[in-house]
């Protein structure tokens, strides 16, 4: 594989979905210190928005590997894979956003991490040109 090849949107894409990744698999989203004592909690563990949150990021990476591959496979749905991406991220930034509005205290670097990540990698499908052509209507 030519690493040459890949464009700056791409590379982009690729960065957001490795932070996405590392928020949410590696980083805690909460932490809390007490004294000699501490608690971190995970995106997978803190409620159904998380879980959301980590389904988004495995369609990412989905994504992601599919156009970095040099010959693809068919996908069973009508979208190109920068398309897919684009509402990946768009959706799992959406959730890191309702989790953290739900529960705003004690937030860790993972969370942060998350969102920034989501909202680098659907810019980046973005930039590629991942865009929805709808039919227009005609009026004649």
């Given amino acids: ?39 971190s909690v995970y995106a997978w563990d803190v409620n159904f928005v998380g879980k959301l949150a980590f389904l988004g990021m495995l369609v990412m990476i989905a994504a992601v590997v599919l156009m970095v591959l040099p ?17 990946a991220g768009a959706f799992t930034a959406l959730m890191v956003v309702i989790e953290f509005i739900d529960h705003h205290s004690y937030t860790s670097f993972g969370l942060y991490l998350s969102l920034v990540g989501a909202i680098a990698a659907a ?15 005609s009026s004649s």
């Fill in 1 to 39: 594989m030519d690493l040459s090849k890949i464009g700056t949107n791409l590379w982009i894409a690729i960065g957001g979905t490795v932070a996405v990744f590392l928020g949410i698999v590696v980083f805690a989203w909460y932490s809390v210190t007490v004294g000699p004592f501490s608690a």
């Fill in 123 to 137: 810019y980046g499908a973005y930039a590629m040109g991942a865009r929805l052509n709808m039919p227009s209507g």
């Fill in 71 to 87: 010959n693809p496979p068919e996908l069973p749905v009508p979208f190109p894979p920068n398309v897919l991406l684009l509402g």
